[in-house]
């Protein structure tokens, strides 16, 4: 099984700040098959980008995703008020489908 | 538009069943392999089992091999989830999820487009 580890655990910023958030995996991801959701309270997930830099349909290009291998970044370029969430990666390449343990965003 | 819409959620003792369903609309059901996701209460995501778009192949999480069996019936672009043995630690919101890219994968490869928004499994004495 691939554990995804996640950091930091929560993130306290501004509106208006850059939010850099890391996924690091145990074992190599193939073909980047890798995705970041979002998910806000009492709403399901969102996918937000996927292969490790695409963004998902309809998703601000204030977000972007980078990274291969093992480390995985996702980046939020300017926080809106809307941003503050719980993020969630996860590899969708191999079995078990996995997911980090989260990195929750507030403000400060 | 896509829309997945899960039902069949309750309140079980220990050891007992439940089936949940999810019913999908909006996109050609048959297609694409589904997945079902849980959250604990104040949890992360754990991915529970996934099923290819004819059924033929299925996929289980260690924690509930054995217990859970997942299928769908294409002609009525539903999803289910039977629950066999219910322990405490199945409670959670229980979220099914559409597998994207172009179709007819082997439950690999995608991400979850498309989520529910979940039912509720509360498994307690």
């Known amino acids: 099984e691939i554990v995804l580890t996640q950091s930091p655990g929560t993130l306290s910023l501004s509106p208006g700040a850059r939010a850099t958030l890391s996924c690091r995996t145990s074992?190599?991801?193939?073909?980047?098959?890798l995705a970041w959701y979002q998910q806000k309270p009492g709403q399901a997930p969102r996918l937000l980008i996927y292969?490790?830099?695409n963004r998902a349909a309809g998703i601000p290009d204030r977000f972007s995703g980078s990274g291969s291998g093992t480390d995985f970044t996702l980046t939020i370029s300017r926080l809106e008020p809307e941003d503050f969430a719980v993020y969630y990666c996860?590899?969708?390449?191999?079995?078990?489908?996995?997911f980090g343990q989260g990195t929750k965003l507030e403000i400060k | 538009q896509v829309q997945l819409v899960e039902s069949g959620g309750g309140v079980v003792q220990p050891g007992g069943s439940l089936r949940l369903s999810c019913t999908a609309s909006?996109?050609?059901?048959?297609?694409?392999?589904m997945h079902w996701v849980r959250q604990a209460p104040g949890k992360g995501l754990e991915w529970v089992a996934s099923?290819?778009?004819?059924?033929?192949?299925?996929y289980y999480a260690e924690s509930v091999k054995g217990r859970f069996t997942i299928s769908r019936d294409n002609s009525e672009n539903t999803l289910y989830l039977q629950m066999n043995t219910l322990r405490t630690e199945d409670t959670a919101l229980y979220y099914c999820?559409?597998?994207?890219?172009?179709?007819?994968?082997?439950?690999?490869?995608?991400?979850?487009?498309?989520w529910g928004q979940g039912t509720l499994v509360t498994v307690s004495s």
């Open positions: 999820a559409e597998e994207g890219g172009p179709g007819y994968s082997d439950g690999y490869g995608n991400p979850f487009d498309y």
């Open positions: 909006g996109f050609t059901f048959s297609k694409y392999a």
């Open positions: 099923i290819v778009y004819d059924g033929s192949n299925k």
């Open positions: 074992q190599s991801i193939s073909n980047s098959d």
């Open positions: 292969g490790a830099s």
């Open positions: 996860q590899q969708y390449g191999s079995s078990p489908h996995t």
